[in-house]
């Protein structure tokens, strides 16, 4: 489904544990069904594999042979949910994912321009009603956590 490419940024390397945690995670949210439709299944696969990279309607709509509107009818019949929704979600659980094991030398900010969030106002936000922490607290709880396995 990845095709093999990494999908961490910045020459980080991604382990298989990583990439199907993640998928885990995203798959046990009561919103997230199988696809029913090829538009859906095609939308996703580019999404989780391109996550760290720019995505447009139409860089979705050239990767899955369809058209925008279908793409985005599709979404939200079998998902309740718009494509660029679902790329959010992605990169959040990846931004958290990067939170928890990051380190001590990564920053919020870091971390969420890697994860293709621009507005780290927004990004905070989004983290904060999604896992209902601030990105912060987990990367201080991470930190904390390093210090006590050294």
């Known amino acids: 489904m990845h ?3 990494s999908c961490q940024p910045l020459g980080s390397l991604s382990t298989i544990h990583d990439v199907s945690r993640i998928r885990d995670r995203l798959m046990a949210e ?3 069904r199988p696809p029913t439709t090829w538009q859906v299944r095609r939308a996703e696969e580019y999404i989780e594999t391109h996550w760290n ?10 990767a899955t ?5 279908s793409i985005f009818y599709h979404f ?3 998902r309740g949910q718009s494509p660029m929704s679902f790329l959010k979600q992605v990169r959040l659980e990846h931004a958290k994912d990067m939170l928890e094991h ?3 030398r990564r920053s919020v900010t870091q971390i969420a321009v890697e994860c293709g969030f621009g507005n780290l106002g927004h ?4 983290y904060l009603k ?3 922490e601030r990105p912060s607290d987990t990367l201080k709880r991470s930190k904390y956590e390093l210090a006590l396995r050294h």
């Open 65 to 69: 042979a369809a058209s925008a509107r």
């Open 53 to 62: 990279e720019p995505i447009t309607i139409a860089s979705l709509a050239r």
């Open 30 to 32: 009561p919103q997230r």
């Open 3 to 5: 095709s093999g490419m």
């Open 123 to 126: 990004f905070a936000g989004d």
């Open 130 to 132: 999604r896992f209902g």
């Open 102 to 104: 990051s380190g001590i």
């Open 76 to 78: 939200k019949t079998s």
